[in-house]
């Protein structure tokens, strides 16, 4: 059992769903403290200036506040807003209109937490991306600790034999203690792919609708290109 895990993300980039390509089980961690200027409501879209933020509002005081799991967004005119600057930036990319529908289901609907909203977009993403893994919240399986221990808790509570870190997970892993309770550790060094985008030159980092309405049908092969694969994890 391969197991990774991430937290919430909007419009979440190809790093993300590279490490759930990799998983059986993909776990979404919405018991820690959202944290102001992360990516969970916020990413970036290509534009011809290079790029720019879209940020959905949330209703947080103060640098961090509760966990993401209750964390609401501010009553604000964002959608509409979101929606017309992707039909601004991206409505002339050879795959837009496949995923045109998803866009205007997504910002009609009456989001009131964040972390819904990003797991729904999620499990699109999944899908566009041929991702097989299981996705879990980790407020349903009753874990404790921090950081290190709150990952080594994940695991014991997934049946996980080994856990994919993104390549930050260096920084805070206790790998004696994953070696100790049987798990083998992996961490994701992503090295960004290039391809065609709407725009001259090429930006790395953008949403993932970036490479899926310029790409297409290869758009996951191109995510996986370059990168640690799942077969090498077996």
């Not at 993909?26 to 290509?46: A, I, P, Y």
């Not at 893994?133 to 290190?148: C, F, I, W």
Request: charged residues 20%; proline residues 6%.
């Amino acid at each position: 059992m391969i197991v990774t895990a991430h937290q919430p993300a909007y419009l979440p980039w190809l790093g993300l769903l590279h490490k759930a390509a990799l998983a059986d089980t993909f776990v979404l961690v919405d018991t820690v403290q959202f944290e102001r200027d992360s990516f969970v409501n916020r990413n970036r879209l290509r534009c011809p200036e290079g790029w720019r933020w879209l940020t959905v509002p949330v209703l947080a005081k103060g640098h961090m506040t509760a966990d993401m799991r209750s964390l609401r967004i501010a009553p604000r005119p964002w959608a509409r807003k979101h929606r017309t600057a992707l039909q601004m930036f991206y409505g002339r990319a050879p795959f837009f209109a496949e995923h045109a529908p998803f866009l205007d289901d997504l910002y009609q609907r009456d989001w009131e937490l964040i972390v819904d909203l990003c797991e729904h977009t999620l499990l699109y993403l999944f899908r566009a991306f041929d991702i097989g893994a299981r996705l879990v919240r980790a407020s349903t399986l009753g874990l404790s600790g921090t950081k290190s221990d709150l990952v080594l808790d994940l695991c014991r509570a997934t049946g996980a034999r080994t856990f994919v870190f993104g390549a930050l997970g260096r920084r805070y892993a206790q790998i004696d203690a994953f070696v100790a309770a049987g798990i083998h550790t992996v961490f994701q060094d992503y090295q960004h792919p290039s391809y065609p985008q709407a725009y001259p030159g090429f930006v790395p980092a953008m949403n993932a609708f970036d490479l899926l309405m310029n790409v297409g049908p290869k758009s996951r092969e191109v995510m996986m290109s370059g990168n640690l694969s799942r077969e090498a994890l077996s």
